[in-house]
């Protein structure tokens, strides 16, 4: 089953705000407001930042935040923080496979 | 606190089986189901399967379906993913994630184990 889109990579400086992009069809994204979005630092296992589309769990920084119009979910992260470099991860339920399915992530570098 | 620790490294030969356990602590196992994800050398996350703990009802997906096997033993707190026929292409690192039953998010993981086939 295809991967949900995502860029490649973002980066932006310290202060700014970027977002980072999750395509997919009216058969997950479009369909379902369960996307979520996870952290992955470098050796570590990914951290979930943001589920059911817009919620945030308890720890997480309010500067995380999701949306979504149509087909494509969003993660917005402001006032960037070194501490934010990371692949950021998409998932959604996908009807056509009964599946999960991830985007292929973001690597996010902060400059 | 919620923990999810998996068991250690695993290299294995071209055509042999693996399996990987996830012990849980710090919850009511038998509440949530237990996801597995694995993301090869450099790549992204793939979803595999998911076993509701409580039923012990599984869900694979269409990629591994008749290769993988998720079980769980309530006793010991601890899920169980077996991948059989294994390929090079199945190098990866595998992790465990639990799972609120009737939504998707995977809220705390498993640190991974990586599996390694080589001959």
């Known amino acids: 089953q295809s991967a949900l889109t995502q860029p490649a990579s973002v980066s932006g400086s310290p202060g700014q705000s970027i977002t980072i992009s999750c395509t997919g069809t009216?058969?997950?994204?479009?369909?379902?407001?369960?996307v979520s979005w996870y952290q992955q630092r470098p050796g570590k296992a990914p951290k979930l930042m943001i589920y059911e589309g817009t919620k945030r769990p308890s720890g997480v920084s309010n500067r995380f935040s999701g949306s979504k119009s149509g087909n494509t979910a969003s993660l917005t992260i402001s006032g960037l923080q070194a501490e934010d470099e990371a692949d950021y991860y998409c998932c959604s339920y996908a009807s056509t496979y009964n599946s999960l399915v991830f985007g292929g992530g973001t690597k996010l570098t902060v400059l | 606190q919620v923990q999810l620790v998996q068991s250690g490294a695993e290299v294995r030969e071209p055509g042999a089986s693996v399996e990987v356990s996830c012990k849980a602590s710090?919850?009511?196992?038998?509440?949530?189901?237990i996801h597995w994800v694995r993301q090869a050398p450099g790549q992204g996350l793939e979803w595999m399967g998911r076993i509701v703990v409580g039923y012990g009802d599984t869900w694979y997906s269409q990629k591994f379906q008749g290769r993988v096997t998720i079980s769980r033993d309530t006793s010991a707190s601890t899920t169980y993913m077996v991948l059989s026929s294994l390929t090079s292409e199945d190098t990866a690192v595998y992790y465990c994630a639990r799972n609120p039953v009737g939504t998707i998010t995977l809220d705390y993981w498993g640190q991974g184990t990586l599996v390694t086939v080589s001959s």
């Open positions: 009216n058969s997950d994204v479009g369909s379902y407001d369960l």
């Open positions: 710090g919850y009511t196992f038998t509440s949530y189901a």
